[in-house]
């Protein structure tokens, strides 16, 4: 069974940093690609982050965050994580890492980071 658990999320001031985290289990983890979305209140899912399988070698970013965030995987672990630096309140969000395997998507519960100003 493919299960993906967040967890890290939590009420942040305006510049603070979080680092999310993302563990799974039931699937070869490091054949796969990750990816690190989000949802603000009222808004649709938008993909975040995400980093390539195995030495994880490729990151892309939204423009959005790209410069405060960063996308790492410890295979050994069956971890990804986001670190996620110099938060504004438009970072609000429920967080979800997401992959697919053999064309199925699998998503975690979510993770809810909140940032006050």
């Known amino acids: 069974q493919v299960l993906l658990v967040e967890s890290g999320g939590a009420l942040a001031q305006l510049g603070e940093s979080l680092t999310l985290c993302c563990k799974s289990?039931?699937?070869?983890?490091?054949?796969?690609?990750m990816h690190w979305y989000r949802q603000a209140p009222g808004k649709g899912r938008e993909l975040a982050a995400l980093?390539?399988?195995?030495?994880?070698?490729?990151?892309n970013y939204a423009d959005s965050v790209k410069g405060r965030f960063t996308v790492t995987r410890d295979n050994a672990k069956n971890t990804v994580y986001l670190q996620m630096h110099s938060l504004k309140p438009e970072d609000t969000a429920v967080y979800y890492c997401?992959?697919?395997?053999?064309?199925?998507?699998?998503w975690g519960q979510g993770t809810q980071v909140t940032v006050s100003s």
């Open positions: 997401r992959t697919t395997i053999t064309g199925v998507e699998y």
């Open positions: 289990s039931g699937f070869a983890f490091f054949r796969h690609v």
């Open positions: 980093i390539t399988n195995a030495g994880g070698g490729y990151k």
